[in-house]
């Protein structure tokens, strides 16, 4: 009985396999509107990175706005993590579309550093959740994607992810000068 679970459970693995290799091959090797076969132009290793890069801030600010969307207390930090569900979710979109063209997978979900701060912002209620969701999602995450889209365009080859930072960064300039003008209850 034991044998005859195994047996299956491997041939339901090798199965699924041999369709995922399926799917990457013809995903590597589009076809165009006349038939033929397109090569997709495969990104250097810093590219990649910096394109999974843009795609992790994104999911992570997202996530983290959708958060205070339903526990923020401050009318001024709702409005701020709709826009970031806005804006992030937009460049997101962008990204993932420059990824598809490229042939690169990207995250889906927050990073564990986010997750773990996600975990501690579900804890927090009323003017603590605010001003935890500020210093982290709003000043902290924007200086540190700001810092690392700077480095990374001046790194990047590819025009396309190149034009996507160059793009992203007034954005996550201007998140970064909202965030640090909301302002947030002192510690009594």
Known sequence: MQKSKTLVGMITLSAIA????TVSVQAQTPVSATGQTETIARLNTGDEKALKDMAQANINEIAAARI?????QSSEVKAFAQQMIKDHGDALTKVQTVAQQKGVALPTEPDAKHKAIAAKLEKQSGD????MYMENA???DHKMVLSTLQSDSREIKDPDVKALADAHTPVVEQHLKSAQQIAMPTDK
């Open 138 to 140: 709003g000043t902290k």
């Open 68 to 72: 205070a969307q339903s526990k923020a």
């Open 18 to 21: 041999a369709l995922f290799s």
């Open 128 to 131: 603590a959740f605010d001003k």
